[in-house]
């Protein structure tokens, strides 16, 4: 299995362009879930899902979209870009146990810079 | 989910187990208590979770106090690559995909 795997690792964008950072997993993971990381902080909720055609907002939500038309595939889209977007994205994916506990594995990361 | 109270760094010797606090104060009795390292820059990493007894498995051990209120995460031999920084995360169940990261703690291991 490869796991999480995000595409792509680096990224510069201008001030309004849009982009879509890629993220999929091959686990039959149902739960899957984007976080920021901006230096020297922990990871913030943006978006996650808990299956395929259900989205929910997290801690950060504003200037993001997802959609989840696939368990494996969850994209996350920025609509215009902003300066206070950059930072390191991580995707994760998770399958819930029922009467047990279920984790979460995190992708490598896209590192996001935006001028 | 239940707020966590981490020192901000710690220092540990290679060879000497590392002891990682975590307050937890306001736990419900249905909230596990989870641990996940993120090093360098890599994306986190689960390490181990429990609810009231104490757990052990190949990376770590997990201490949790009688009361819940708080609990330690045992490196029991640190090495240089296990510098990094540790998460104490407290949720219930069904929660996996929305998890609440603090600011950790950052574990440096020197020779």
């Known amino acids: 299995n490869a796991g999480v795997t995000q595409t792509p690792k680096f990224q510069v964008l201008k001030t309004g362009q849009s982009m879509t950072l890629q993220c999929a997993q091959d686990?039959?993971?149902?739960?899957m879930s984007w976080y920021r990381q901006d230096p020297g902080m922990g990871l913030r909720l943006i978006h996650y899902?808990?299956?395929?055609?259900?989205?929910d907002q997290g801690e950060v939500p504003n200037g993001y979209n997802v959609s989840r038309s696939t368990t494996e595939d969850f994209p996350l889209r920025l609509l215009s870009a902003a300066p206070s977007q950059t930072s390191v994205y991580f995707c994760a994916s998770s399958a819930p146990h029922r009467g047990r506990q279920e984790t979460q594995y995190f992708g490598p990361g896209t590192r996001l810079l935006v001028l | 989910d239940a707020k966590t109270t981490q020192p901000p760094s710690m220092d540990c010797a290679e060879g000497r187990a590392a002891n990682l606090p975590c307050n937890h104060s306001t736990i419900s009795g249905n909230e596990y208590v989870y641990w996940y390292r993120q090093i360098h820059s890599q994306g986190p990493q689960y390490i181990i979770h429990?609810?009231?007894n104490n757990e052990t498995n190949e990376m770590a051990s997990l201490i949790i106090t009688e009361d819940r209120k708080s609990s330690t995460l045992i490196l029991p031999h640190a090495t240089l690559r296990d510098t990094a920084v540790y998460y104490c995360?407290?949720?219930?169940?069904?929660?996996?995909?929305?998890?609440?990261f603090g600011t950790g703690t950052r574990l440096q291991v020197t020779l």
């Open positions: 995360i407290v949720r219930v169940t069904g929660t996996a995909s929305k998890l609440t």
């Open positions: 686990m039959n993971h149902e739960y």
């Open positions: 429990g609810l009231k």
């Open positions: 899902s808990v299956g395929a055609g259900i989205t």
